[in-house]
Nanobody, 132 residues
Framework: QVHIVQSGGGLVEPGGSVRLSCQIS???????????IGWFREVPGKEREGVIR????????????ANGDTKKGRFTVSRDNDKRMVYLQLKHLTSEAPAVYYC??????????????????WGQGTQVTVPS
């Protein structure tokens, strides 16, 4: 079983930045550095949507634009293998409905498309609110 515990988030001023964290405890004998990581977010009334994914063995990635919502350059994922931590850095945030961000993983290196049903293990979620 893979356990994920998230931290970070909260209230962020428009234009500001925040870093979300998740600590991953892997299966016995498996190295979390090799896991596929996916970050997702969910706003009330909408389906959970993918933000960014990071293949196993890769330590940093930058989100490309998706669905017309330009995350490119604003959302960065990274991992610290020594600490078994994965981070999502959100920059230049704009006012919008509060969103809950979820860290997810698959205990294999290659990530599938950012469809939440394809990811196996989930953190508890952490909320980010950017007031108007």
């Amino acid at each position: 079983q893979v356990h994920i515990v998230q931290s970070g988030g909260g209230l962020v001023e428009p234009g500001g930045s925040v870093r979300l964290s998740c600590q991953i405890s892997g299966r016995s004998g498996r190295n979390p550095a090799d896991y596929c990581i996916g970050w997702f977010r969910e706003v009330p009334g909408k389906e959970r949507e993918g933000v960014i994914r990071l293949n196993g063995g890769i330590n940093e990635g930058v989100a490309e634009s998706a669905n017309g919502d330009t995350k490119k350059g604003r959302f960065t994922v990274s991992r610290d293998n020594d600490k078994r931590m994965v981070y999502l850095q959100l920059k230049h945030l704009t006012s919008e409905a509060p969103a809950v961000y979820y860290c997810s993983a698959r205990d294999r290196p290659t990530c599938p498309p950012l469809e939440w049903r394809l990811y196996d293990f989930w953190g508890q979620g952490t909320q980010v609110t950017v007031p108007s």
